[in-house]
Structures are given as C-alpha cells and as structure tokens.
C-alpha cells in the first residue's frame, strides 16, 4: 500500500427531489447571486429548469443564465460566460448538466476571478489562483466531474481538446437526484457507462502495486455499472439501478479508486482526447474504440491483472476472452469499438496521434506514449 493524501471538500446531496433544495443549500451558504450554466434543451424539455429557478426565486437568489454549452465544451464558451460572470456580478457558478457543464462551469469559475482567457490556464500565461464557489446539479452520471478537480475543454481555433485542473475547483455542493437521469437517452446513458468503467479500468490495469481492497473496489464499480446499465436499458426509469449507477460513477473518479496503488496514468483518455478533438465524438463513444485497442497493445505488459480482471468480470480464463468479451459488451450496448463505426477514417490517424501526444506530454506519459506507440495503439481501432 502505497502512501496517500486523499481529501474531496465537495458536499454531496443524494436523493430524490434534492434539487428542489438549491436555493435554500445556496442561501444557507451566503450566496446571493449565481450564473446558472446549462446545456442546449434537455433541462426546458424535461421541466427541470422550472424546478431549479423556482426554487431559486423561493430562496430569494438573484440569478444571470448562460445556456448552450455543448457536448465537447468550447473555450469560446467558457469564456463568454466568464465575461458575463464579471459583468452580472455573482459570487458562485451554478451548473446545471452533465459533464460538459459541469467542466465548463469550473473553467467559468476560474476565468472570471483572473479576468483572462480560460485557454490562458493550458498555455501558462495565466495560473489559477481563484476560483467563483461552485454548485452543481447532475443530470447525466458519467464523468464525476461533480467530485472532483479537473475539466476538460476543446479549442475550436487549434481543435485541441485538453484536461486541466486546480484544487481549487472541486465543487462546494453537487446535488445528485437520479430521477433526473431518467431522460437521458439511450445512447448517452451507454456512452456514460463506458466512461465510469473506463475511469476505473486506467487503474486497475495500469497498477503496479497497491491493496487488494482496490482491485475489489474497482471491480464492484464495474460489475455494478454493467448490471445496472442492462437494466437501465430497457428500464430508463428504474430508480435504483440508476441510482447505483450514478453513485458508481461519482466513485469511479472522484480520487477513492486510485487510493494507496501506484503506477496509475490514463493512456485511452489520452487517446480518446486526440480522437474527440478532432471528430466531436462523444467522450465515452471514443473511449469504447480506444479501451479494447489499447488492451491488445498492453496486454503482455501487466499480464496478472489483465487475467484477474478477465476471471473476475467475465468469468474467463484468458487474457484475450476477457477483453473480446469487454468488446463484445461494448457493442451489446450499441457503443462503437473501431474507428470506422463513428466514421472515422485512416486519414485522420496522424492529426489524432499528434493530438494524443501533445496530452501525453501534459500528463507526464510521453516516454511511454512516444508518437509510435500512440499509432499502434490505433492499429489496433482499426
Ligand atoms: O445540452 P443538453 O440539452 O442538456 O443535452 C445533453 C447533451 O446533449 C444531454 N443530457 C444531459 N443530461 C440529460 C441529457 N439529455 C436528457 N436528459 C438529461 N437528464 O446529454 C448530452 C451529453 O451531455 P454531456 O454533458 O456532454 O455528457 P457527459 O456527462 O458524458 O460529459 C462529457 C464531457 O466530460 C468530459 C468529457 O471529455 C466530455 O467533454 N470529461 C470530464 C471529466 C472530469 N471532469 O473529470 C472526466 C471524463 O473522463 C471526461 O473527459
Ligand atoms: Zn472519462
């Protein structure tokens, strides 16, 4: 067991009709005007956003609005809200969404108390010092970016996409009401499923050593999430199971799975960064092309924890059945696994490698990710 700190300062209320609380959790707290983010219609259709600025008005919270973040969120808007952040001025950032919010909201956070650009924070012209106090509201469980510090933007001008973060910006409350996954529509509740894995998955085959506590930990995540996305599947409305799966999703990234074990990096986010930079795939639809690759390529080089996990999820006995048969789920819950199945194709390869390597290179991982080995992984999604 390795040495660790772990600390998440981020209040979580869970349950059903907590959002109706916001504005007394906001008030409770000193607060008396926020921006409130959201994405493109899901929270209008949906009667959320009646909910939340009801409950707003009710506290006596003055509010400014920023609506139209995107799936893949765009520093332009990033930093236009920031603008309006200082403009309007608010003392807290109010996301309401999914992880493209909710990452925005932390780049809006930051880029408003340092009147500059949000993109100024990845090319070192600008540090994050200070940050607007940050609540949010989940309507889609996938990323955890409602418990942890680091969001992940695109720039439309160099088409880059890129993870950044700060202390700073763990989120002071998140309000987490299943009910409110239950429009997510088939094919993101898929996508999210794939990414909660994924998250855990970066560790547990990646490790070089650590407790057993964390394989185990790791391994009930992932054999909650694909129980319950089955079921979710063909009950979108079933409470419990998208309760667990949501929770599931807040602890796959919220630091507790990477406690006490070493060798962790995260080689198929960097590589699904540099797909979905330059394609707008969704994130966790990238991630399933990018998982079984990136499994072959890897295999041989943590052969006992490769078998542990084909034995312990799928009941398997070697290393090529557990992760065919990892394939295999990805494609019963209509996620791609090659290039091709989201249309991409063999010309776009070297402007992805170049894009995945510039993350490895952030991240520390470039000896082991070379631009070579970047393009065989990709072989492999072909
Ligand atoms: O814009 P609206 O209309 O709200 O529609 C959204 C969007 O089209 C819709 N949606 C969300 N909640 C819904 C709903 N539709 C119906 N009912 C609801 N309750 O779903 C679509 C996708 O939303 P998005 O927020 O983009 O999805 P997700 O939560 O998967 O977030 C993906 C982003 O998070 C980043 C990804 O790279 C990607 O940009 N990540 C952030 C991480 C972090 N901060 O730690 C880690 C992850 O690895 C990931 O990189
Ligand atoms: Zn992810």
Redesign the pocket.
Known sequence: MQNFEFCVPTRIIFGRGKEETIGEVLKNDGIKKVLMVYGSHSIKKNGLYKKVTKSLKESGIAFAEYSGIKSNPRVSDVDKAAELARNEDVDAILGVGGGSVMDSVKGISAASKCNCNVWDFYTQKAEINDAFPIYNIVTLA??ASEMNSGFVLTNEETSEKLGNGSPLLYPKVSILNPELTFTVPKDYTAYGAV?II??VLEGYLTRTSGPDLMNMYIESIIKTVIKTTEIILINPEDYDARAEFMWSATLA?NGSAKTGMDGISFPN?MV?HGISAISDIA??AG?SIVIPAWMKWYKSKNEDQFKRFAKEIFGKDTIDDGIKSLEDWFRSIESPVRLIDAGITDETLPDITLKSHKQALKWGIDKEYSAEAISEILQFAK
């Open positions: 996938a990323t990414d994924a998250h990234l986010h699904e994130h966790g991630l």
